[in-house]
């Protein structure tokens, strides 16, 4: 069946937003400028006050629910759930671990590059697999096991792809990216008990979508931005680009820096907005089309991450990467079932599984034929 303009534009719009929250947040953190008093130039390295922002754009997502709300009162029969009972607490838990992976990811990202960056959240599926057989009592199918191996395959051949290539570019040391690399994998860790908790807690209470982000964004943005404060007063050394204040966030040093180069402003406008359309389009395509599509085009924004990259000199081109990317999506279309479908949708596809359904409806013909 074709999809519609509406599905169309779903589509194109989460996989250009998806690739546009990646990218900005990477060039963000590719700008160097001066600090508060006086501070000589130094990297924009801010991943805190980044996932600040990033809370911020989800945030965004309960201002247009609460806009459909509105649209929804004037009609007979409202279909946002307003009317269950909800209790926004339910949310917290969640909203803790997505703060914390999402901050060290932004970490992460600092050291490594976009492209790894994007392909290495893949290992998500590993860990949610384990988890929702631990926690959750489900059974995983054979297809789904074979998916989490190939996924992890594809983890050792993208690791060892920016093992092998020495620098990634002229500021991140070897050890840096392999480093990088490992905490967006300790991330993805965190990510998988957000989405047990999710299953286990919240989407038994049937929560509009964008409430259940948008409240998650709330509490993200409200504890993370108070934890800016103690974060201004904990030293942390070298690991700190700024060379006279290394503390764990110097928020203060930040908007210094995006007042001395207003493009930073731009970089971290682009991650606000695009990660508040990527999450709305996200959500429409799971309930417009279906959540394969949905991995596939998560997918291909990793393509397009890469391509970028590669045109803008972020990084070089490495033949591993394309090997990783390629056992990484064949591991995730397995865990996901997408090669069901492409059999339940494929006529050449059910006629090789089913030869016999050809048979059953020429042998009739021919009985007919002789009883004639």
Not at 20 to 28: E, F, G, H, Q, Y
Not at 37 to 49: G, I, M, R, V
Not at 134 to 163: E, M
Not at 235 to 256: I, T, Y
Request: charged letters at 15%; one cysteine or more.
């Amino acid at each position: 069946m074709a999809w519609t303009k509406y599905q169309l534009l779903l589509a194109g719009m989460m996989l250009i937003t998806g690739s546009i929250n990646t990218l900005s947040a990477k060039w963000a953190d590719n700008f160097s400028a001066k600090g508060c008093k006086e501070t000589p130039e130094h990297e924009f390295s801010h991943p805190f006050l980044q996932a600040v922002g990033m809370f911020l754009g989800e945030l965004s997502c309960l201002a247009v629910f609460h806009i459909l709300l509105c649209q929804q009162k004037r009609r007979p029969e409202p279909s946002l759930y307003s009317t269950q009972p909800f209790n926004p607490f339910l949310f917290l838990p969640p909203a803790l671990c997505d703060m914390t992976a999402t901050s060290i990811m932004y970490v992460a990202l600092n050291m490594t590059s976009a492209s790894s960056f994007q392909m290495l959240r893949g290992a998500v599926i590993i860990f949610t697999g384990l988890l929702s057989v631990a926690f959750l009592g489900r059974k995983l199918v054979t297809s789904q096991w074979i998916g989490i191996f190939i996924t992890i395959a594809g983890l050792v051949v993208v690791g060892l792809s920016d093992f092998v290539s020495g620098k990634k570019d002229d500021s991140h040391t070897q050890s840096q990216v392999i480093t990088g690399d490992l905490l967006i994998i300790m991330a993805q860790i965190i990510a998988a008990v957000q989405m047990v908790l999710e299953e286990k807690f919240v989407y038994k209470h049937d929560v509009h979508p964008l409430r259940a982000v948008g409240t998650e964004g709330l509490f993200g943005f409200v504890i993370l931005s108070i934890l800016l404060i103690p974060m201004f007063y904990i030293p942390v050394g070298s690991f700190s680009s700024n060379p006279q204040h290394q503390v764990l966030e110097d928020a203060l040093d930040a908007f210094c820096q995006m007042h001395n180069q207003p493009l930073i402003i731009l970089a971290l406008l682009g991650n606000i907005i695009s990660i508040a359309f990527f999450n709305f389009a996200g959500i429409s395509v799971t309930k417009e089309i279906s959540a394969t599509t949905r991995m596939v085009l998560d997918s291909l924004r990793t393509v397009v991450i890469w391509i970028v990259s590669l045109a803008v000199g972020w990084e070089s081109f490495q033949w591993l990467q394309i090997l990783g990317f390629i056992i990484l999506i064949t591991g995730a279309s397995l865990y996901n079932g997408l090669h069901k479908t492409i059999i339940e949708k494929s006529p050449w596809c059910a006629k090789l599984m089913n030869p016999a359904s050809d048979r059953e409806r020429i042998i009739p013909e021919n009985e007919t034929a002789e009883e004639d």
